[in-house]
Structure formats: C-alpha cells, structure tokens
C-alpha cells in the first residue's frame, strides 16, 4: 500500500529564498525520504548540481538546494492536489531512485577524501 507525501525544496541564491512543495507516492516514510533526497539533489538535473559540504547544500552556481519540510498526506488530498498544474506527481521507480543514491554517496565519500588529503 502507497502513502502519499508532500515535501518542500528549498532554494537560495544570495538574498533570494524560494520554497517549491512537490508531492510523490513511496511505500513508507524511509522511501519517502529517500525521494526527498533525490529530488533535491538532481532539482537542476543530475549533471548541474554540486555538493558543498560547508553549506550543507547542493550547488546550481550560485543556488543552493537544500532539504524542506516532508509531510504525509491522505489519498484524497494527494489526488485533489493533482489538479494544480504546479504539483505534479514525482514518484520515481525506487530502484533509479537508489542507483542515484549510490552515486551520490560515492561521490561525497570522494569529496571528503580530497578534502582530507587537501587538509580542509
């Protein structure tokens, strides 16, 4: 059985703060989350984000991405909220969900190394 969440992006780029709320299916609170994640990581597709460990956020330039509120929601309000046009469903296959997840993991534990070796 699916549950039904919303959750928020945040975005920063200098003064400017933007919250986008999605919404999305995941069989239980850890897919959930692990949607969240990313989504907020591949927000300007996956080849245009960096992660920047001193800000906790992944990069677009000068945007920062960074995680929002989650919350579940019942069917009946995830299907009502389908008739706005800017709440798309962004459920995602878990299994291109977790690939992403792996290479994102390989690429920080990468970061950390180089910022180890670099005395950062």
């Given amino acids: ?33 692990k949607l969240h994640h990313y989504h907020v990581g591949t927000w300007y597709g996956e ?8 800000q906790n956020s992944y990069m677009n ?4 991405i960074s995680y929002g509120d989650i919350t579940e929601i019942d069917k009946h309000t995830f299907e009502m909220l389908a008739t706005h046009r800017t709440l ?9 969900v977790e690939g992403w997840l792996e290479r994102d993991a390989e690429y920080k ?8 070796m670099e005395g950062r």
Avoid: C, S
């Fill in 1 to 33: 059985m699916m549950k039904y969440y919303i959750a928020d992006i945040e975005t920063q780029n200098g003064e400017f703060e933007d919250i986008t709320t999605i919404r999305f299916q995941a069989k239980n609170g850890e897919d959930a989350d």
């Fill in 109 to 116: 534990a990468e970061l950390a190394e180089i910022a180890e």
């Fill in 61 to 64: 330039d000068f945007i920062a």
């Fill in 88 to 96: 798309p469903d962004l459920t995602r296959k878990m299994e291109d």
């Fill in 47 to 54: 080849d245009h984000v960096v992660w920047d460990d001193l």
